[in-house]
């Protein structure tokens, strides 16, 4: 079946240093979205990206969706601590009726 | 407020003994879905429904059951089945044209 990956699975960083996550799959996906979750919390809808090639920036965080839509990648500039979470991506399967999820990458920020 | 409840939020469980977890959502979502999480890791999809009175299985549906009588209830059952039953369960919704998946804030269930 359909393989979502990420990497890393853990990253610390230091308040102030970029971080990015990157995400693959072993199919070509309609669309990507990703998930923030707040330790102790619930996964948060981030954003979707629909296009190859597509690039959307929220705030500090930057989306990526790779031109051949297998790939994408999560950039966060200059980290803060309420950054602090894992972050998932998800593709749709079952012709959207369901999604697999990346295994997530956990994000450490040090004040 | 429009949203996804989930209940109880903590749950204790004796070994052998069924438990029920309550999702309800009040934003006329025709999909429910519900993962577990252990901790540490990712979401696994145990059962999903795309309609009332119909539901499928997912990639860990062994020693879990589901009912969907109506549109904004989707409970599901943990068995005595359940080899691993502690972990945080989560529901959550779709809106059938989009892809936005919403979450509630689950359900930590502990089996001691």
């Known amino acids: 079946g359909q393989q979502v990956m990420q990497i890393p699975q853990y990253q610390h960083v230091q308040e102030g240093e970029d971080f990015t996550t990157y995400c693959n799959s072993s199919t070509t996906l309609s669309n990507i979205q990703w998930y923030k979750q707040r330790p102790g919390g619930h996964p948060v809808f981030l954003i979707q990206l629909v296009k190859s090639g597509e690039v959307k920036k929220q705030k500090r965080l930057t989306f990526q969706f790779g031109e051949a839509k297998k790939n994408s990648s999560l950039h966060i500039t200059a980290t803060q601590t309420t950054d602090v979470g894992t972050y998932f991506c998800a593709g749709p399967v079952n012709y959207g009726q369901n999604f697999v999820f990346g295994p997530g990458t956990r994000l450490s920020v040090l004040p | ?112």
């Open chain 2, 1 to 112: 407020d429009g949203g996804i409840t989930q209940s109880p939020k903590y749950l204790f469980r004796k070994e052998g003994q069924n438990v029920t977890l309550s999702c309800e959502q009040n934003l006329n979502h025709d999909a429910m879905y519900w993962y577990r999480q252990d901790p540490g890791q990712g979401l696994r999809l145990i059962y999903y429904s795309q309609i009332v009175n119909d539901f499928q299985k997912g990639d860990i549906a062994e020693g879990y059951s589901v009912s969907r009588e109506k549109k904004e209830s989707f409970p599901l059952t943990v068995t005595s089945a359940q080899k691993n039953p502690t972990a945080f369960y989560l529901c959550a919704s779709k809106d059938r044209p989009g892809n936005t998946i919403y979450f509630g804030e689950g359900s930590w269930l502990t089996v001691v």
